[in-house]
């Protein structure tokens, strides 16, 4: 089966992108994970362009890593320096490892505007700083910056810069398309150019997405040839990004038939995806291809029934190869047919002209007109269903709740909460602090309720999500905007989200709360009928 | 000079989207603004499908638009019905616009198992539902659902159909990659066959991005002679949406040599791509290409001292061009230079070695390791430099202040806030209550702060975003996480961004809050000292 090395450089050039910043921990944990994954390189960072890089060699070498090595990358020896007196090759160096990366200048106009120099003395750079290396390392690849830039414009000198890293004994030349202008047609054509030049040099390719062409740009350099990728996860970088290897990984496997990944290994990619964004602490892209939570998301009518019929009608792969899932949606555009659908996984097998059908439709209207989300909060659609069918108990009522806030001068604020909660015939009255005012109505809602619900003890929750509504209208802007949170929780065996939404963000946190509290209680109460209705079945 | 035609489907399939949804207002605005912006046609909606797509089209009539033509988009009649009794035909007439777009079935799986009928007869419904609509309309066209894929698979069939849709006098055969599957060497060898095949056809492009390469594939299109691109703004659409024409337009325009749009109009496209956004009440992604936020964002500091330079060495096209704009940003990452280029911004030449400049890059090192965050919120890092350096007066110190959130029953919750603040020798004791806690706090502010410094009046706040910060840490997880509140105001000049943080919303609002105000009284006080000096060197 044809190969292609996978680059990964999430930890290097990913870490130029506007909102990403890892600390040392964060970039082992995600070097853990690319390796589990199964890439064959992964980039860990500049060792001289900053500390946090540095102590990443140091700690990395403490960890077993299976299937990937760690390399490093700098740029060629300064300008006023020999390669062996150069801090920058000295740092690369320290860092113990045995691939090491260097960049060099390949577009004229960056040697003299950028480097200040001569196009001879950076030829010269680019052989001397990798024939110092090549005796002290393994692998060593030379990055051609700026690559499709230059050979537009004075090809003959983007070639020589090559050339140079040959005499270098560089193993790899990759290509880099570093300010992400170069079209599809343009990278076909100029590999060609190259390959004719140099039929034997191993190239790679480095895209960036500010033309929203790396992926196609990364797939096509593999079709002519290239025997490595480099690229990140999620496409996190510097301006639009770097290739993303969620993309060009599946594509590569699954369409053009090269092994990238360890046998089995592409089932991962979706939960690595998920890893480095929770690390990088960012939102994931739900339209993101492959690995996105819409990314296998049905909405419209006529393709949720298509859709049922034979996933590949709507699905170009199936969704498990990349770790992913099909979904239905909730949805007015898909109407009756998807509300009955999602009844029939709750065991309700509803009729669509059932009266119960049509007031569960009404009221979702009104409720998704005042801005609830029923997507991802599916727990309080659950309720709101068994509520209409009349299947859910009222398991406690909030009569009434009071918060406080305080702070005086440079003291930390307190958080304080009052609730009244009526429990079949029992008022309880209590109150309890927290960390900010919606932990505190938390603490005293759970404190009221957990002598008589003591199930409610092994639930906790999991996140918290604000979406404060960017309307139009100047009426609802500024602090007074409606909101809409929602809440993930958890027990031992199940995870559930649940929504509210009001002008006063204390308000629609009560609400969700309240649903992920009743949620518990409900899905308690089912599980000790079913346990009770299999014992009396088997006893009989 | 070449032309392509550009067809947005935004209002259409960019509706299919996960979270998408258009009020007939919000279509209209939508219609209004791409008209505008120059496309050639408006694909306006399904008028058969639902009744905000019929509303849509009995509207759009009243609007003189100068640039676009509305179409209305359906599918081939019905097998059960005759093109002359199909309701679905009958509403694309009804909606009496000029140019109609129905699809037909053409992979032979979905005219068996969606459509249930034989292939015979979808052939049928393709060539006697266009010849029905003909001489209704001035233009007409046919979108091949699932081209790509049915023509991998039975290439005669697909081909059959696009035979048949010629019978039916269809001006533009538009070939859909619907499952967005292809890929771009897929894309242009297929074009080339049917190329072959009907050489006198004109064909359009239809792409979907679940492999990141629907801008590729749109393109590749137009370079083997598709003359109309159908895509949508932001890529906006079904599961990973549908080729985004914030890219295509660019690249056809800057990088290939098309005329698209208007001259002139390219600049638009920033707007335009924001405006869609804040309509659809989508967050906009910043790494978008062309249009966003850090599309021409620079942080690493080799760039940013090399940009500065020369732009074109890491910016691929001029970001007015398109409408948007290069960025400096803050960050650890570019170190000092950055901070003294950002200072020079405020009107500090400082010295590296300037011990205010140490200072300063010591605190924003400790907040940022905080959670606070100056990339978006200028104001406040303007603010803090300020008063590193002495420059900034105490307008007033907020001693303490107290927020009481109270609900009864069934009512809505009141929200209510005293403050205590000092301005020079006075104390002002105050209260007020608000739409939320927050609302509350903002209010009792300014009505102790207005009767001191009457410029507040003429500020609002626009803008309310919160980010909670989604921990690994289980003991910070749920309602006790961390959050980031980024506060946006305005006064008829300016607008600003101000941050806080902290574990609980309401104390990060106040620091926002207080950030916001303080940044008017010290803009406002900046103003009348130039004001002062100019008349002062005048009289001079």
């Known amino acids: 089966m044809k190969t292609v090395k996978i680059y990964d450089t999430t930890l290097r050039d990913g870490t130029q992108a506007e909102d990403v910043n890892f600390s040392v921990e964060d970039k082992i944990r995600v070097a853990q994970k690319l390796d589990e994954l199964g890439v064959h390189y992964i980039e860990g960072g500049w060792p001289a362009s900053n500390p946090t890089d540095e102590r990443f060699f140091k700690e990395i070498h403490h960890y077993a890593l299976k299937n990937a090595k760690i390399t490093a990358f ?73 690559f499709f830039d230059g050979f537009k414009e004075n090809k003959e000198y983007t070639l020589a810069c090559l050339k140079k890293a040959l005499e270098g004994k560089a193993d790899v030349l990759v290509l880099c398309d ?20 140099l039929p034997h040099a191993n190239l790679g390719i480095h895209a960036h997405n500010d033309s929203e062409l790396a992926v196609a740009n990364s797939i096509i350099a593999v079709e002519e040839g290239a025997i490595q ?27 053009l038939g090269y092994a990238c990944l360890p046998e089995d290994n592409l089932r991962l990619l979706t939960s690595t995806s998920l890893f480095v964004s929770e690390v990088a602490n960012l939102p994931s892209f739900h339209r993101q291809p492959f690995v996105g939570k819409s990314a296998f998301a049905h909405k419209g009518g006529v393709h949720v029934s298509a859709v049922r019929k034979n996933p590949r009608t709507y699905e170009h792969i199936k969704p498990e190869l990349v770790g992913n899932k099909q979904r239905i949606l909730l949805s007015d555009l898909a109407g009756q047919s998807n509300i009955l659908f999602k009844a029939r996984q709750y065991g309700f097998h509803l009729d669509k002209n059932d009266p119960f059908v049509l007031e569960l439709l009404a009221k979702l209207k009104e409720l998704e007109s005042q801005g609830y989300e029923y997507t991802a909060a599916e727990a309080s ?52 602090t927290g960390k900010g005012p919606v932990n505190a109505l938390d603490n005293a809602l759970r404190k009221a309720l957990e002598k008589f619900y003591p199930c409610l003890k092994e639930m906790h929750l999991i996140d918290f999500k604000v979406r404060v509504f960017s309307s139009l209208n100047r009426d609802l802007a500024g602090t007074a905007s409606k909101v809409r949170v929602l809440i993930e929780s958890g027990d031992p065996k199940h995870r559930w989200i649940t929504v509210g939404v009001s002008f006063n963000i204390i308000e629609a946190s009560r609400q969700a709360l309240e649903d992920s509290l009743n949620y518990k209680l409900f899905k308690s109460d089912q599980e000790k009928l079913t346990k009770a209705l299999k014992e009396a079945s088997e006893g009989f």
């Open 74 to 146: 700098g740029s060629t020896h300064a300008v006023s320096k020999n390669a062996d007196n150069d801090p920058n090759l000295k740092s690369l160096i320290a860092s113990g490892v045995d691939v090491i990366t260097i960049f060099g200048k390949t577009w004229d106009i960056h040697v003299k505007e950028a480097l200040k120099t001569t196009l001879e003395k950076n030829l010269e750079l680019i052989k001397n700083s990798l024939l110092f290396l090549r005796p002290k390392v393994k692998e060593l690849f030379f990055d051609a910056e700026h």
């Open 381 to 432: 659609f659950e309720l709101l269903l068994n509520r209409v069918l009349g299947r859910a108990r009222t398991y406690f009522t909030l009569e009434n709740y009071r918060v406080l806030e305080t702070k005086r001068k440079k003291e930390e604020p307190i958080s304080e909460a009052t609730v009244m909660v009526r429990v079949g015939g029992m008022l309880e009255h209590t109150a309890a």
């Open 178 to 197: 570093t300010n992400g202008g170069t079209t599809p047609s343009e990278i076909r054509q100029i590999i060609r150019e190259v390959k004719k030049e």
């Open 229 to 255: 990728v480099q690229g990140t996860i999620n496409g996190y970088g510097e301006r639009c990004g770097n290739a993303n290897l969620c993309s060009i990984i599946p594509n590569l496997q699954l369409k």
